[in-house]
């Protein structure tokens, strides 16, 4: 029942920036965690970054504080603010969230960094 909707990926240059948005509708509730996987052809699923509704944040390692994540709670909306992206970046980004072990996921958005 909780649809996931994900905008603002697309092409960009490299050192360009993307502004990544997905709205979890169909609920009431806050959910407890939100939060961007990624996946590139032929590699593994890896963690990005997440955000509790208290607003703590996890960032993986490769973001290097080029990214940030953000929420809305009122809305289960959830951010990813991308700068200074690389080619080796291009990836489809999931967006999920969770609330009492329950996890929702977006449709993923196509990233393209130009090399």
């Known amino acids: 029942q909780v649809q996931l909707v994900e905008s603002g990926g697309g092409l960009v240059q490299p050192g360009g920036s993307l502004r990544l948005s997905c709205a979890a509708s169909?609920?009431?509730?806050?959910?407890?965690?939100m939060g961007w996987y990624r996946q590139a052809p032929g590699k593994q699923r890896e963690l990005v970054a997440h955000?509790?509704?208290?607003?703590?944040?996890y960032y993986a390692d490769f973001t290097k504080g080029r990214f940030t994540i953000s929420r809305e709670n009122a809305q289960n909306t959830v951010y990813l603010q991308m700068n200074s992206l690389k080619p080796e970046e291009t990836a489809v980004y999931y967006c999920?969230?969770?609330?009492?072990?329950?996890?929702?996921w977006g449709q993923g958005t196509q990233v393209t960094v130009s090399s």
């Open positions: 955000i509790t509704s208290s607003r703590t944040t």
């Open positions: 169909g609920s009431i509730f806050t959910m407890n965690d």
């Open positions: 999920y969230a969770a609330r009492n072990g329950d996890v929702y």
